[in-house]
């Protein structure tokens, strides 16, 4: 993925610090797993990990259909030392982590666009929900009728 927003980050553990020194979390409503608090002075920020980092890959390998607890196993499963594929907490679109995902981001909106291969959705996840329930199926039983139209089909019948 030949984008600047993109960092390797290949952080080692110290003799003098215990672990590397920042947290993983899952954002409500977004993919992925990404980078919460990074200590001060620890391995993580002198490999120039950042708070928000949205992470791509460990140790080489896509995490994008993985769930937390197996992102965790990954970044433990090198002794002493771990390489994290991180994308800007401001990159604006999302980076689609894996081609055949790329499907799954095909919603009826005029405002996405695709910009040198990298999906940007415009839409949260909050306006999908709202549009998608402002679209629900029509219920004739819900709507209104007039008597005269009532009428009319109990003649027929």
Known sequence: ????????????????FDGYGFNLHAEKGKPGQYIGKVD?????EAAGLRQGDRILEVNGE??????????????????????????????????????KNHEKHEYSNSSKREENGQLNLSMTAAELRAKLAAKKKFDPKKEAMDFKQKFDIVQKL
Not at 5 to 10: G, Q
Request: negative net charge; contains cysteine.
């Open 62 to 99: 896509s995490i994008a259909n993985k769930t937390h607890k197996q992102v965790v196993e990954l970044i433990k499963s090198q002794t002493g030392e771990t390489k994290l594929l991180v994308v800007d907490s401001d990159e604006d679109g999302i980076i689609p982590t894996d081609v």
């Open 40 to 44: 001060e002075g620890s391995p993580a």
């Open 1 to 16: 993925m030949s984008n600047e927003k993109t960092r390797l980050c290949h952080i080692q553990k110290w003799e003098n």
